[in-house]
Protein backbone atom coordinates (compact mmCIF):
# COMPACT_ATOMS: atom_id res chain seq x y z
CA UNK A 1 0.00 0.00 0.00
CA UNK A 2 0.99 3.73 -0.10
CA UNK A 3 3.28 5.27 2.27
CA UNK A 4 1.68 7.62 4.49
CA UNK A 5 4.22 10.39 4.01
CA UNK A 6 7.57 10.51 1.82
CA UNK A 7 10.91 10.32 2.69
CA UNK A 8 12.33 14.02 3.28
CA UNK A 9 15.54 13.42 1.83
CA UNK A 10 15.56 10.52 -0.78
CA UNK A 11 18.62 9.51 -2.97
CA UNK A 12 15.99 9.33 -6.39
CA UNK A 13 12.52 11.20 -6.97
CA UNK A 14 10.63 9.81 -9.31
CA UNK A 15 8.06 12.26 -10.60
CA UNK A 16 5.29 10.10 -12.87
CA UNK A 17 4.34 6.37 -12.26
CA UNK A 18 4.20 5.45 -16.18
CA UNK A 19 6.07 2.99 -18.04
CA UNK A 20 9.22 5.34 -18.34
CA UNK A 21 9.56 5.88 -14.46
CA UNK A 22 8.16 2.41 -13.32
CA UNK A 23 10.78 1.17 -15.57
CA UNK A 24 13.47 3.59 -14.01
CA UNK A 25 12.49 2.69 -10.75
CA UNK A 26 12.05 -1.18 -10.99
CA UNK A 27 16.12 -0.90 -12.49
CA UNK A 28 17.24 0.90 -10.12
CA UNK A 29 15.92 -1.53 -7.17
CA UNK A 30 17.29 -4.77 -8.34
CA UNK A 31 20.31 -2.66 -8.12
CA UNK A 32 19.62 -1.91 -4.64
CA UNK A 33 19.03 1.73 -5.16
CA UNK A 34 16.11 3.07 -2.88
CA UNK A 35 13.73 5.55 -4.37
CA UNK A 36 10.15 7.79 -4.10
CA UNK A 37 7.98 7.64 -6.57
CA UNK A 38 5.25 10.03 -7.11
CA UNK A 39 1.99 9.85 -9.00
CA UNK A 40 -0.69 12.56 -9.91
CA UNK A 41 -3.80 9.56 -10.85
CA UNK A 42 -4.90 7.40 -8.38
CA UNK A 43 -3.57 4.74 -10.32
CA UNK A 44 0.04 3.57 -12.14
CA UNK A 45 0.67 3.10 -15.57
CA UNK A 46 -0.08 6.80 -17.26
CA UNK A 47 -1.80 6.79 -20.58
CA UNK A 48 -1.01 2.37 -20.55
CA UNK A 49 -3.19 2.32 -17.64
CA UNK A 50 -6.35 -0.22 -17.38
CA UNK A 51 -9.29 0.60 -16.00
CA UNK A 52 -11.79 -1.74 -14.55
CA UNK A 53 -15.69 -0.91 -14.78
CA UNK A 54 -17.96 -2.92 -12.28
CA UNK A 55 -21.81 -3.19 -13.53
CA UNK A 56 -22.98 -5.25 -10.73
CA UNK A 57 -21.69 -8.79 -11.03
CA UNK A 58 -20.05 -7.92 -14.52
CA UNK A 59 -16.46 -6.67 -15.21
CA UNK A 60 -15.44 -5.06 -17.63
CA UNK A 61 -11.64 -3.74 -18.44
CA UNK A 62 -10.48 -1.26 -20.70
CA UNK A 63 -7.20 0.30 -21.83
CA UNK A 64 -6.84 4.01 -22.61
CA UNK A 65 -6.96 3.04 -26.35
CA UNK A 66 -5.57 0.12 -28.03
CA UNK A 67 -1.72 -0.92 -26.59
CA UNK A 68 -0.65 -3.62 -27.69
CA UNK A 69 3.99 -4.57 -27.35
CA UNK A 70 6.43 -5.20 -29.77
CA UNK A 71 9.63 -3.96 -29.32
CA UNK A 72 13.47 -5.29 -30.89
CA UNK A 73 14.77 -5.00 -27.43
CA UNK A 74 14.89 -8.87 -26.48
CA UNK A 75 15.60 -7.65 -22.43
CA UNK A 76 12.33 -5.99 -22.74
CA UNK A 77 10.19 -8.73 -23.99
CA UNK A 78 11.81 -10.68 -21.01
CA UNK A 79 11.18 -7.80 -18.22
CA UNK A 80 8.08 -8.30 -18.54
CA UNK A 81 7.42 -12.03 -18.77
CA UNK A 82 9.28 -12.09 -15.66
CA UNK A 83 6.62 -10.04 -14.23
CA UNK A 84 3.94 -11.27 -15.35
CA UNK A 85 4.56 -15.18 -16.98
CA UNK A 86 1.57 -16.85 -18.11
CA UNK A 87 -0.44 -13.68 -18.34
CA UNK A 88 1.95 -12.52 -21.09
CA UNK A 89 0.27 -13.70 -24.43
CA UNK A 90 0.98 -13.74 -28.36
CA UNK A 91 -2.24 -11.72 -30.15
CA UNK A 92 -2.96 -12.40 -33.76
CA UNK A 93 -3.47 -8.12 -35.32
CA UNK A 94 -6.12 -7.26 -36.87
CA UNK A 95 -5.65 -3.34 -37.85
CA UNK A 96 -7.94 -1.86 -40.48
CA UNK A 97 -9.28 1.52 -41.78
CA UNK A 98 -12.51 2.22 -42.72
CA UNK A 99 -13.15 3.84 -45.69
CA UNK A 100 -16.69 4.54 -47.16
CA UNK A 101 -18.22 1.41 -45.90
CA UNK A 102 -15.10 -0.63 -47.04
CA UNK A 103 -12.48 -2.39 -44.92
CA UNK A 104 -8.86 -1.99 -45.75
CA UNK A 105 -5.78 -3.15 -43.93
CA UNK A 106 -3.44 -1.53 -42.37
CA UNK A 107 -0.73 -1.10 -43.16
CA UNK A 108 -2.09 -0.57 -47.27
CA UNK A 109 -2.69 -4.33 -48.45
CA UNK A 110 -2.07 -3.29 -52.44
CA UNK A 111 -4.44 -6.40 -53.87
CA UNK A 112 -7.24 -5.47 -51.40
CA UNK A 113 -6.66 -1.53 -52.55
CA UNK A 114 -7.11 -3.14 -56.02
CA UNK A 115 -10.29 -5.09 -55.44
CA UNK A 116 -12.12 -2.35 -53.08
CA UNK A 117 -10.93 0.60 -55.85
CA UNK A 118 -11.18 -1.09 -58.93
CA UNK A 119 -8.68 -1.20 -62.04
CA UNK A 120 -9.14 2.47 -62.62
CA UNK A 121 -8.68 4.19 -59.66
CA UNK A 122 -6.01 1.39 -58.88
CA UNK A 123 -4.03 2.94 -61.91
CA UNK A 124 -4.42 6.48 -60.97
CA UNK A 125 -2.53 4.99 -57.60
CA UNK A 126 0.09 4.00 -59.41
CA UNK A 127 0.55 6.65 -61.97
CA UNK A 128 0.77 8.95 -58.93
CA UNK A 129 3.45 7.09 -57.48
CA UNK A 130 5.42 7.04 -60.54
CA UNK A 131 4.89 11.21 -61.02
CA UNK A 132 6.11 11.51 -56.98
CA UNK A 133 9.28 9.69 -57.31
CA UNK A 134 10.29 11.61 -60.70
CA UNK A 135 9.15 14.77 -58.61
CA UNK A 136 11.38 13.92 -55.41
CA UNK A 137 13.90 11.48 -56.67
CA UNK A 138 14.77 13.09 -59.89
CA UNK A 139 13.90 16.54 -59.55
CA UNK A 140 14.92 16.38 -56.04
CA UNK A 141 12.17 18.75 -54.69
CA UNK A 142 12.75 19.04 -51.50
CA UNK A 143 10.63 16.80 -48.34
CA UNK A 144 9.71 19.67 -45.67
CA UNK A 145 6.28 18.41 -44.42
CA UNK A 146 5.04 15.54 -43.79
CA UNK A 147 2.69 15.76 -46.55
CA UNK A 148 5.92 15.96 -48.74
CA UNK A 149 6.76 13.09 -47.21
CA UNK A 150 3.86 10.66 -47.62
CA UNK A 151 3.24 12.19 -51.43
CA UNK A 152 6.69 10.99 -52.49
CA UNK A 153 6.45 7.74 -50.74
CA UNK A 154 2.86 6.76 -51.64
CA UNK A 155 2.26 8.83 -54.62
CA UNK A 156 -0.89 11.89 -53.94
CA UNK A 157 -3.75 9.43 -54.81
CA UNK A 158 -2.91 7.14 -52.25
CA UNK A 159 -1.60 9.31 -49.49
CA UNK A 160 -4.85 11.40 -49.49
CA UNK A 161 -6.73 8.25 -49.43
CA UNK A 162 -4.87 6.44 -46.35
CA UNK A 163 -2.60 9.54 -44.27
CA UNK A 164 -3.00 12.84 -44.96
CA UNK A 165 -6.94 12.38 -43.82
CA UNK A 166 -6.29 10.57 -40.53
CA UNK A 167 -3.09 12.47 -39.84
CA UNK A 168 -4.94 15.83 -40.09
CA UNK A 169 -7.59 14.35 -38.20
CA UNK A 170 -5.45 13.51 -35.32
CA UNK A 171 -3.08 16.55 -34.89
CA UNK A 172 -6.04 19.00 -35.96
CA UNK A 173 -3.93 20.88 -38.70
CA UNK A 174 -2.80 20.40 -42.15
CA UNK A 175 -0.29 18.02 -43.15
CA UNK A 176 1.51 20.67 -44.96
CA UNK A 177 2.11 22.28 -41.31
CA UNK A 178 3.21 18.66 -39.77
CA UNK A 179 6.98 17.97 -39.80
CA UNK A 180 8.48 15.29 -41.69
CA UNK A 181 9.64 13.75 -38.41
CA UNK A 182 6.34 12.43 -38.01
CA UNK A 183 6.26 10.49 -41.02
CA UNK A 184 10.08 9.31 -40.57
CA UNK A 185 9.58 7.86 -37.13
CA UNK A 186 6.34 6.26 -37.74
CA UNK A 187 6.40 4.65 -41.15
CA UNK A 188 9.99 4.94 -42.29
CA UNK A 189 11.12 2.43 -44.92
CA UNK A 190 7.07 2.18 -45.52
CA UNK A 191 6.09 3.16 -49.08
CA UNK A 192 4.20 2.19 -52.16
CA UNK A 193 6.91 -0.04 -53.71
CA UNK A 194 7.94 -2.03 -50.65
CA UNK A 195 4.08 -3.11 -50.13
CA UNK A 196 3.97 -3.81 -54.31
CA UNK A 197 6.88 -6.30 -53.40
CA UNK A 198 5.43 -7.71 -50.15
CA UNK A 199 2.18 -8.15 -52.33
CA UNK A 200 3.67 -10.19 -55.34
CA UNK A 201 5.85 -11.97 -53.01
CA UNK A 202 9.50 -10.18 -53.16
CA UNK A 203 9.39 -9.01 -50.03
CA UNK A 204 11.14 -12.21 -48.75
CA UNK A 205 10.05 -15.08 -46.82
CA UNK A 206 12.64 -15.50 -44.34
CA UNK A 207 13.60 -13.95 -41.51
CA UNK A 208 11.50 -12.39 -38.23
CA UNK A 209 7.94 -12.70 -38.19
CA UNK A 210 6.75 -9.26 -38.79
CA UNK A 211 4.97 -7.62 -35.83
CA UNK A 212 2.41 -6.32 -38.39
CA UNK A 213 0.35 -9.75 -38.01
CA UNK A 214 1.36 -10.39 -34.49
CA UNK A 215 1.77 -8.88 -30.99
CA UNK A 216 1.86 -9.46 -27.12
CA UNK A 217 -0.29 -8.47 -24.56
CA UNK A 218 -1.50 -8.89 -20.93
CA UNK A 219 -4.08 -11.29 -20.23
CA UNK A 220 -6.25 -8.71 -18.29
CA UNK A 221 -4.87 -5.80 -19.95
CA UNK A 222 -1.94 -3.44 -20.71
CA UNK A 223 -1.84 -1.76 -17.01
CA UNK A 224 -1.03 -5.28 -15.69
CA UNK A 225 2.34 -4.34 -16.55
CA UNK A 226 2.63 -1.51 -14.61
CA UNK A 227 0.51 -3.26 -11.83
CA UNK A 228 3.11 -5.65 -11.38
CA UNK A 229 6.19 -3.29 -11.38
CA UNK A 230 4.28 -1.20 -8.85
CA UNK A 231 4.02 -4.49 -6.52
CA UNK A 232 6.94 -5.72 -6.93
CA UNK A 233 8.83 -2.24 -5.80
CA UNK A 234 6.73 -2.05 -2.92
CA UNK A 235 7.93 -5.53 -1.88
CA UNK A 236 11.35 -4.44 -2.08
CA UNK A 237 11.20 -1.32 -0.31
CA UNK A 238 10.28 1.54 -2.84
CA UNK A 239 7.73 3.72 -1.79
CA UNK A 240 4.87 4.83 -4.31
CA UNK A 241 2.54 7.44 -3.34
CA UNK A 242 -0.13 7.94 -5.41
CA UNK A 243 -3.05 11.13 -5.96
CA UNK A 244 0.62 13.28 -5.65
CA UNK A 245 2.25 15.41 -7.91
CA UNK A 246 5.01 18.67 -7.64
CA UNK A 247 3.69 22.34 -7.25
CA UNK A 248 7.11 23.55 -7.18
CA UNK A 249 10.41 22.70 -8.27
CA UNK A 250 13.66 24.44 -6.96
CA UNK A 251 17.17 24.60 -8.10
CA UNK A 252 19.96 26.40 -8.63
CA UNK A 253 20.33 26.14 -12.43
CA UNK A 254 22.56 23.29 -12.18
CA UNK A 255 20.83 21.05 -10.02
CA UNK A 256 16.95 20.73 -8.38
CA UNK A 257 17.38 21.07 -4.35
CA UNK A 258 14.04 20.74 -3.27
CA UNK A 259 10.71 19.57 -4.85
CA UNK A 260 7.30 20.77 -3.06
CA UNK A 261 5.15 17.63 -3.05
CA UNK A 262 0.89 17.83 -2.53
CA UNK A 263 -0.43 14.96 -1.22
CA UNK A 264 -4.00 13.56 0.48
CA UNK A 265 -1.73 14.18 4.14
CA UNK A 266 -0.60 18.15 2.75
CA UNK A 267 2.20 19.23 1.16
CA UNK A 268 6.00 18.63 1.64
CA UNK A 269 8.98 19.23 0.81
CA UNK A 270 11.64 16.78 -0.20
CA UNK A 271 15.03 16.77 -1.13
CA UNK A 272 16.61 14.71 -3.76
CA UNK A 273 19.65 13.40 -4.64
CA UNK A 274 18.53 13.08 -8.09
CA UNK A 275 14.90 13.89 -10.14
CA UNK A 276 13.85 11.60 -12.61
CA UNK A 277 10.33 12.88 -14.35
CA UNK A 278 7.86 12.41 -17.17
CA UNK A 279 5.72 15.68 -16.48
CA UNK A 280 4.55 17.16 -20.02
CA UNK A 281 7.32 19.08 -20.79
CA UNK A 282 5.69 22.50 -21.06
CA UNK A 283 4.14 22.05 -18.14
CA UNK A 284 7.31 20.95 -15.82
CA UNK A 285 8.77 24.31 -16.85
CA UNK A 286 6.10 25.99 -14.85
CA UNK A 287 6.91 24.41 -11.76
CA UNK A 288 10.63 25.65 -11.83
CA UNK A 289 11.61 28.20 -9.78
CA UNK A 290 13.47 29.74 -10.19
CA UNK A 291 11.85 29.98 -14.16
CA UNK A 292 13.48 28.86 -17.05
CA UNK A 293 15.15 32.30 -19.39
CA UNK A 294 11.80 34.54 -21.16
CA UNK A 295 13.32 32.45 -24.60
CA UNK A 296 13.08 28.90 -23.24
CA UNK A 297 9.49 30.10 -22.16
CA UNK A 298 8.74 31.52 -24.84
CA UNK A 299 9.78 28.24 -26.87
CA UNK A 300 7.95 25.93 -24.27
CA UNK A 301 4.67 28.29 -25.12
CA UNK A 302 5.19 27.15 -29.32
CA UNK A 303 4.66 23.93 -28.44
CA UNK A 304 1.16 22.48 -28.66
CA UNK A 305 -0.58 19.13 -27.30
CA UNK A 306 -3.13 17.29 -29.11
CA UNK A 307 -5.58 15.62 -26.01
CA UNK A 308 -8.30 12.98 -26.50
CA UNK A 309 -11.80 12.24 -25.65
CA UNK A 310 -13.00 8.23 -25.21
CA UNK A 311 -15.99 7.17 -24.70
CA UNK A 312 -16.69 3.81 -23.49
CA UNK A 313 -19.48 1.23 -24.50
CA UNK A 314 -20.40 -2.08 -22.89
CA UNK A 315 -22.05 -3.77 -25.34
CA UNK A 316 -24.73 -7.00 -25.37
CA UNK A 317 -23.42 -8.50 -28.07
CA UNK A 318 -21.09 -11.44 -28.10
CA UNK A 319 -18.64 -9.67 -30.74
CA UNK A 320 -18.92 -6.48 -32.91
CA UNK A 321 -16.17 -7.16 -35.35
CA UNK A 322 -12.90 -9.42 -35.37
CA UNK A 323 -10.15 -6.33 -35.36
CA UNK A 324 -8.12 -4.99 -32.64
CA UNK A 325 -8.98 -1.84 -33.15
CA UNK A 326 -10.00 0.18 -36.63
CA UNK A 327 -8.96 3.81 -38.02
CA UNK A 328 -11.62 6.02 -39.53
CA UNK A 329 -9.86 8.54 -41.58
CA UNK A 330 -12.97 10.50 -43.32
CA UNK A 331 -13.02 13.81 -41.99
CA UNK A 332 -16.76 13.91 -41.71
CA UNK A 333 -16.58 10.88 -39.21
CA UNK A 334 -16.40 13.04 -35.82
CA UNK A 335 -14.09 9.68 -34.05
CA UNK A 336 -10.86 8.38 -35.44
CA UNK A 337 -9.99 5.03 -34.47
CA UNK A 338 -12.39 2.20 -32.23
CA UNK A 339 -11.03 -0.69 -30.36
CA UNK A 340 -12.67 -3.98 -29.24
CA UNK A 341 -10.69 -4.59 -26.33
CA UNK A 342 -12.35 -8.70 -26.30
CA UNK A 343 -10.26 -9.11 -29.49
CA UNK A 344 -6.81 -8.29 -27.20
CA UNK A 345 -7.80 -10.50 -25.08
CA UNK A 346 -11.20 -12.77 -23.94
CA UNK A 347 -11.13 -12.03 -20.17
CA UNK A 348 -11.27 -8.05 -21.10
CA UNK A 349 -15.14 -8.69 -20.96
CA UNK A 350 -17.99 -11.07 -19.40
CA UNK A 351 -18.46 -13.76 -21.50
CA UNK A 352 -21.48 -13.31 -24.04
CA UNK A 353 -20.87 -9.46 -23.85
CA UNK A 354 -18.08 -6.80 -25.38
CA UNK A 355 -17.19 -3.60 -25.34
CA UNK A 356 -16.30 -0.65 -27.70
CA UNK A 357 -13.71 2.03 -27.00
CA UNK A 358 -14.06 4.93 -29.41
CA UNK A 359 -11.50 7.78 -29.62
CA UNK A 360 -11.87 11.74 -30.36
CA UNK A 361 -8.78 14.12 -31.36
CA UNK A 362 -9.18 17.43 -29.94
CA UNK A 363 -7.99 20.60 -28.62
CA UNK A 364 -9.18 22.31 -25.46
CA UNK A 365 -10.50 24.83 -27.25
CA UNK A 366 -12.76 22.73 -29.27
CA UNK A 367 -16.32 21.53 -28.39
CA UNK A 368 -15.85 17.85 -28.35
CA UNK A 369 -12.88 18.64 -25.25
CA UNK A 370 -16.09 19.55 -23.01
CA UNK A 371 -19.34 17.57 -24.97
CA UNK A 372 -21.17 15.46 -22.35
CA UNK A 373 -21.41 11.85 -23.16
CA UNK A 374 -24.72 11.82 -24.14
CA UNK A 375 -24.77 14.28 -26.61
CA UNK A 376 -21.43 12.17 -28.07
CA UNK A 377 -22.91 9.12 -28.06
CA UNK A 378 -26.58 10.90 -30.21
CA UNK A 379 -23.32 11.85 -32.63
CA UNK A 380 -21.80 8.87 -33.14
CA UNK A 381 -24.82 6.20 -33.06
CA UNK A 382 -26.04 7.24 -36.87
CA UNK A 383 -22.89 5.86 -38.02
CA UNK A 384 -22.27 2.38 -36.21
CA UNK A 385 -26.19 1.50 -36.79
CA UNK A 386 -25.68 2.45 -40.41
CA UNK A 387 -22.51 0.14 -40.86
CA UNK A 388 -24.64 -2.75 -38.56
CA UNK A 389 -21.83 -2.52 -35.29
CA UNK A 390 -24.67 -2.43 -32.94
CA UNK A 391 -27.66 -0.25 -31.95
CA UNK A 392 -28.85 1.89 -29.08
CA UNK A 393 -30.38 -0.93 -27.60
CA UNK A 394 -27.51 -3.28 -27.58
CA UNK A 395 -25.37 -0.33 -24.84
CA UNK A 396 -25.75 -1.44 -21.90
CA UNK A 397 -24.10 1.68 -19.81
CA UNK A 398 -21.45 4.50 -21.61
CA UNK A 399 -18.64 5.96 -19.78
CA UNK A 400 -16.90 8.85 -20.61
CA UNK A 401 -13.32 9.46 -20.09
CA UNK A 402 -10.54 12.21 -21.09
CA UNK A 403 -6.59 12.51 -21.16
CA UNK A 404 -4.86 15.81 -21.96
CA UNK A 405 -1.27 15.99 -23.04
CA UNK A 406 -1.66 12.92 -25.35
CA UNK A 407 0.06 13.89 -28.51
CA UNK A 408 2.83 16.31 -29.06
CA UNK A 409 1.98 17.91 -31.93
CA UNK A 410 5.01 18.07 -34.55
CA UNK A 411 4.91 21.44 -36.30
CA UNK A 412 6.52 22.64 -38.72
CA UNK A 413 8.94 24.61 -36.08
CA UNK A 414 8.40 22.31 -32.81
CA UNK A 415 11.90 20.59 -33.56
CA UNK A 416 14.11 24.41 -32.41
CA UNK A 417 11.45 24.77 -29.71
CA UNK A 418 12.64 21.36 -28.21
CA UNK A 419 15.86 21.63 -29.06
CA UNK A 420 16.19 24.89 -27.23
CA UNK A 421 14.00 23.56 -23.71
CA UNK A 422 16.19 21.15 -23.92
CA UNK A 423 19.23 22.46 -23.86
CA UNK A 424 18.20 24.43 -20.74
CA UNK A 425 17.38 21.47 -19.22
CA UNK A 426 20.16 19.45 -19.61
CA UNK A 427 22.43 22.32 -18.09
CA UNK A 428 20.79 20.77 -14.53
CA UNK A 429 22.63 17.92 -13.51
CA UNK A 430 20.85 15.94 -11.50
CA UNK A 431 17.75 15.93 -13.60
CA UNK A 432 16.40 13.23 -16.18
CA UNK A 433 13.25 13.81 -18.32
CA UNK A 434 11.70 10.85 -19.81
CA UNK A 435 8.45 9.52 -21.80
CA UNK A 436 6.88 10.70 -24.84
CA UNK A 437 5.28 13.72 -22.76
CA UNK A 438 8.64 14.07 -20.54
CA UNK A 439 10.40 14.46 -24.09
CA UNK A 440 8.03 15.85 -26.07
CA UNK A 441 8.06 12.85 -28.62
CA UNK A 442 5.29 10.23 -29.52
CA UNK A 443 6.67 6.95 -29.11
CA UNK A 444 4.91 3.83 -27.88
CA UNK A 445 5.48 2.10 -24.60
CA UNK A 446 8.11 -0.14 -25.42
CA UNK A 447 10.29 2.83 -26.02
CA UNK A 448 9.28 4.32 -22.74
CA UNK A 449 10.41 1.77 -20.39
CA UNK A 450 13.69 1.76 -22.93
CA UNK A 451 13.97 5.74 -21.82
CA UNK A 452 13.44 4.50 -18.25
CA UNK A 453 16.10 1.67 -18.23
CA UNK A 454 18.21 4.22 -19.71
CA UNK A 455 17.80 6.95 -17.03
CA UNK A 456 18.32 4.48 -14.26
CA UNK A 457 21.59 3.43 -16.04
CA UNK A 458 22.65 7.32 -16.20
CA UNK A 459 22.12 7.40 -12.34
CA UNK A 460 24.04 4.04 -11.39
CA UNK A 461 26.72 4.63 -13.89
CA UNK A 462 26.95 9.02 -13.77
CA UNK A 463 27.26 9.72 -17.33
CA UNK A 464 24.82 10.53 -19.97
CA UNK A 465 22.95 8.52 -22.70
CA UNK A 466 21.67 9.97 -25.86
CA UNK A 467 17.95 9.53 -25.02
CA UNK A 468 16.61 10.40 -28.10
CA UNK A 469 18.50 7.46 -30.02
CA UNK A 470 15.10 5.30 -28.30
CA UNK A 471 12.93 4.64 -31.21
CA UNK A 472 15.01 6.47 -33.86
CA UNK A 473 15.46 3.14 -36.12
CA UNK A 474 15.26 4.20 -39.93
CA UNK A 475 12.54 1.60 -39.94
CA UNK A 476 8.80 1.02 -40.22
CA UNK A 477 8.00 1.80 -36.37
CA UNK A 478 5.77 -1.13 -36.15
CA UNK A 479 7.80 -4.06 -37.94
CA UNK A 480 10.42 -6.24 -36.50
CA UNK A 481 10.91 -9.65 -34.66
CA UNK A 482 8.67 -11.31 -32.06
CA UNK A 483 10.46 -13.11 -29.81
CA UNK A 484 9.64 -16.34 -28.13
CA UNK A 485 8.98 -17.08 -24.84
CA UNK A 486 11.50 -18.15 -23.09
CA UNK A 487 11.67 -21.75 -21.75
Given at each position: ??????????????????P?????????????????????????????????????????????????????????????????????????????????????????????????????????????????????????????????????????????????????????????????????????G???????????????????K?????????????????????????????????N???????H????????????????????????????????????????????????????????????????????I??????????????F?????????????????????????????????????K??????????????????????????????????????????????????Y???????I???????????????S???????????????????????????????????????
Amino acid sequence: MPTPSLNPAPEILVIGAGPAGLACAMELSRKGKSCSVIERDHQVGGLAQTITIKEGDKTFLTDIGPHRFFSKNQYLYDFIEDLLQEEWRRVPRLTRQFVDGKYYNYPVNFGQVVRNLGLWKSARIGFDYVLARLRYDVFKKPMRTFEDYVVANFGRALAEFSMINYSEKIWGIPCADIHPDWAKQRISGLNLWSVLKNAIGLGGKKGPKSLVDEFYYPQFGTGRIYEEIAKHLIESGTEIKTNSEPVAIRHDGKRVLEVDIKTPEGMQTIKPQHVVESVPLTAFLDLLDPKPPEEVMQAASNLRWRNQVYLFLTINKEQITEDNWIYFPEKDIPFGRTSEMKNFSPDMCPEGMTSFFIEFFTFEEDEIWTMPKEKLLEMVMPYFEKWGFFTKDDIRQSYLMKRSHVYPVYDTTYKGNVEKIREYLDGIENLIYVGRPGRFRYTNQDHSLEMGIIASRMILEGRRYDMDSVGAENEYFEKGPIYEKRI
